[in-house]
């Protein structure tokens, strides 16, 4: 065991004394633990957020692949550009072009998944206690590259239509006040992740005035805009304003979340700072993936197994919706998701679902709790619920344990009063993603 | 055409005012427009790090692709753990074992090419003003790395024998009696890039020692070591010590760079952060390209390809030595590599390599000129060859157009006085690294 001089680490740990003051904000969220309890089959996962790959085309995308590696093995298998593969952008420019959006190839970024994208703008921007603007509540995969880079997330409220432009526009002016400086606003405007609201056009055009008359780069993340259930796809805010925002987008959802293959549409000026930081940090994306996802959608039929998948997800959101209906007590109340992957539950008062979640795992069933969306303590009375992954019947079976766990709570609090369920040490600050809640 | 309130941009970009301070330490390579230059097909290009691929087993390897596919689809195409593949990190712990390493796969964290692990690292342990210790020269990458952490880079004396243990020791006391926080030794022992030479047993044990004492953690960059000429496997240093090192590892160089999969072992609670500061980037590794090296090093005879690779390096490396021989002026030298990719060619007295690279490159030659790999102007009468990616005739052919080009500058200077061929502005900075450039 080295002790290394002058650096006095811990037993555990003979760094400790030497890392970045930012990894601070790196740290292991304490349901993490859980979850590795909740990944047993006997155990409903309502808590990630992994997409059902196993209904996509298999052998179709087997034989592709061989193909492309014989036609193109050189290729897919050297180092490309940190950029990215051009054909892939121009395709990825027809993707956008799904959500009203008119771009050029040569704005794009490829990128290790939209999280990479997310970090790097994030990276690009953001000095040690900048401010960044989000939903109540945010993305968690989102709140992690946030504290990652020592930014301060002031949450804004939202309402039925999303973020609330009037309070965006307050948390600004109040920023501001404070003496701090607000940098990024940040919003999954289409089947939100957590909340699973979508903004209406209006609200859209409001939220970018906002934006602009506060000269603040709008960060639009958009990785469900193609699976909602009408098979309309929302016009992306950046299509109305191809400078004030950085556009964010994926084929996880999609297509395949194991290819990590994600996008960044920036302003010219932008999109160099982003390969630059881009080229730090991975030198180039993987040729081997951007050429798969550029041949299945160049010899593939994808936009017909996106309208599958379209088909099995409403299926069993409508199965979360009819079940939660059915079973959960009264005082519980949820969003409705228009498409995208989940569900916002808010449970009667008195209720904690951090405190819950060990006994709702121990019932073989998980969620997440409301709070990991929130970086200061909020969200103790919610949860969410995603439908993307287990079959209908495991929903139904997965809501019937979670309503028979929060009826048990309920008597908890109505014999013993408020807080009896709440465990002490519940509210928690921000923590890194977790891969299972992507 | 937005032009934000409250935030004065320029014309060009109107974010210019709104960037991180970190976000001045990316800046595009003056060189890089030439290498788009250089990679056009007619002319010879001495400059590129890219492995020959196209020697690799493509119907194999598109065979045992479309099988994974078809037995572990819905794996391969999903989202994994932050930390990677677990099978993987057993494999990888396999193949370390070759230099020495006896390793746990819990240590082991799976990244988008070894880059991201480095980038990891420095994301993890350096503040912005903390000092990092090079090779004089050191790798490109690995330079514009530190640069977009604000880290200061301080070039340590080399010898035939690598990193100099006394001028390491010394410049570390340098370094702190400045008041600055030296944080990371970073070198690349075997096969160095772009040096091409090996620090043998004793300097390692020597250097391991200077950062013992000294409690800095030592980074040790280990990309080329399985492709010795005489197909032993230097012992790494972290063979020695688990405890001060974090040993970066890739398949880019072995197998394939288009996978970009690479790692980072380190002690214990080391890799707690790093897994953490993994996923804020990307979530998880592309679990596609794990599984596809894990099947690859599982079902084909890898270790046989990598002596197939080593051999055809063999050859162009003889290619290379022995037309420099023949062809170029007296009192040129250059280093001789026992294995990896690079040669370091230092020129006669007077030349400017980075002035010299436009008509070298109109000349259809091109290479990297030595002031890339430093961080103060050093290296203007060196260069880096590579001979990985070439045919051997082409090698020679590239070699009789440089040793022309070479010839032609001497005159100049010895027509005009030294300084003759010298560009105003050669003298440049840290730049990020590019992937042409690896």
């Known amino acids: 065991m080295t002790q290394p001089a002058m650096n006095p680490g811990s037993r555990l740990d003979p760094w400790v004394a030497s890392y970045a003051a930012r990894a601070q904000g790196m740290t292991a969220s304490a349901i993490r633990a859980l979850f590795s309890v909740a990944s047993r089959p006997e155990v409903v996962s309502l808590a990630g957020g992994a997409p059902f790959v196993s209904a996509l085309p298999l052998d179709e995308f087997a034989d592709m692949t061989a193909q492309l590696i014989r036609d193109r093995g050189p290729t897919a298998l050297q180092y490309c550009t940190g950029q990215g593969d051009e054909k892939l952008r121009e395709q990825i420019c027809g993707v956008m072009e799904l959500s009203g ?26 000095n040690p206690g900048d401010v960044v603007l989000v939903e109540s509540p945010s993305y968690v995969g989102a709140l992690g590259v946030f504290a990652s880079y020592q930014c301060e997330v002031v949450h804004v409220p939202t309402d039925s239509e999303g973020l609330n432009p009037a309070g ?14 607000p940098k990024l606003i940040y919003t999954v405007p289409t089947y939100h992740n957590p909340l699973g609201i979508t903004q209406p056009p209006q609200r859209r055009a409001e939220i970018l005035q906002v934006a602009k008359s506060a000269g603040l780069l709008l960060l639009e993340d958009d990785p469900y805009c193609l699976l909602g259930f009408d098979g309309e796809v929302p016009r992306a805010i950046r299509a109305d304003d191809a400078d004030a925002v950085v556009y964010l987008g994926s084929f996880s959802k999609t297509i395949a979340a194991g290819l990590r293959v994600g996008w960044a549409l920036a302003p010219h000026g932008v999109r160099e700072k982003l390969v630059l930081a881009s080229e730090a940090s991975v030198l180039c994306p993987s040729n081997f993936s951007q050429l798969t996802v550029s041949e299945y959608l160049a010899t593939q039929p994808w936009q017909e197994q996106i309208k599958g998948f379209r088909a099995l997800y409403l299926e069993r959101r409508d199965a979360l919706l009819e079940s939660m209906e059915q079973l959960m007590p009264p005082g519980t109340t949820w969003t409705v998701p228009e498409g995208g992957f989940f569900s916002w ?66 008597d908890l609090v109505s014999t013993f009063g408020p807080g009896a369920n709440i465990a002490p040490h519940s509210k928690r600050g921000p923590n890194t993603p977790s891969p299972e809640l992507p």
Not at 168 to 174: F, G, H, N, Q, V
Not at 352 to 372: E, I, K, N, S, W
Not at 388 to 403: A, H, N
């Open 101 to 126: 959006i008119h771009a050029h190839p040569d704005d794009v970024v490829i990128t290790t998944g939209s999280q990479m994208a997310l970090d790097l703008t994030v990276r690009v921007f953001c």
């Open 168 to 181: 965006l526009s307050e948390a600004i002016d109040r920023v501001r006040a404070e003496g701090k400086t």
């Open 345 to 410: 539950v808010t449970l009667p008062e008195g209720l904690d679902t951090t405190a819950m979640l060990p006994r709702a795992v121990a019932g073989l069933v998980a969620y997440v709790p409301g709070t990991g969306f929130y970086v200061d303590g909020q969200g103790r009375d919610a949860m969410r619920l995603s439908y993307c992954f287990p079959e209908p019947d495991r929903i139904r079976e997965g809501v019937r344990r979670l309503s028979g766990i929060i009826e048990t709570e309920l």
